[in-house]
Nanobody, 121 residues
Framework: QVQLVESGGGLVQPGGSLRLSCAASGRFVRIDTVGWYRQAPGNQRELVAGLTSDGTANYADSVQGRFTISRDNDKNTAFLQMNSLKPEDTAVYYC???????????????WGQGTQVTVSS
């Protein structure tokens, strides 16, 4: 069974920084694309940043230049470095990964449980 576990959320003042982590565990052969999403109350879940296995990253316009997505393939962990945080960044942040559990089947989408990020003074 593949699991994704996020950590690193919390309360931070505007202008501050947080670093989110997403660790994958279980039996799998490769992690393809990883992504961070967020959902604020009353809003739909939106893509914040994505990172392919070959290192290509993409960001939502609202976080471009402030957030950085990265991954440590040896540790099966993805990160989201968030700088210059704004109150509008407040949301539950989720990681998603496309994970191959075997070389025979197509990769499946797996989600973490979410971590709360609150930006407030």
């Amino acid at each position: 069974q593949v699991q994704l576990v996020e950590s690193g959320g919390g309360l931070v003042q505007p202008g501050g920084s947080l670093r989110l982590s997403c660790a994958a565990s279980g039996r799998f052969v490769r992690i393809d694309t990883v992504g961070w999403y967020r959902q604020a109350p009353g809003n739909q879940r939106e893509l914040v940043a994505g990172l392919t296995s070959d290192g290509t990253a993409n960001y939502a316009d609202s976080v471009q230049g402030r957030f950085t997505i990265s991954r440590d393939n040896d540790k099966n962990t993805a990160f989201l470095q968030m700088n210059s945080l704004k109150p509008e960044d407040t949301a539950v942040y989720y990681c998603k990964a496309q994970i191959r559990t075997s070389w025979v089947f197509s990769p499946g989408d797996y989600w973490g449980q979410g971590t709360q990020v609150t930006v407030s003074s």
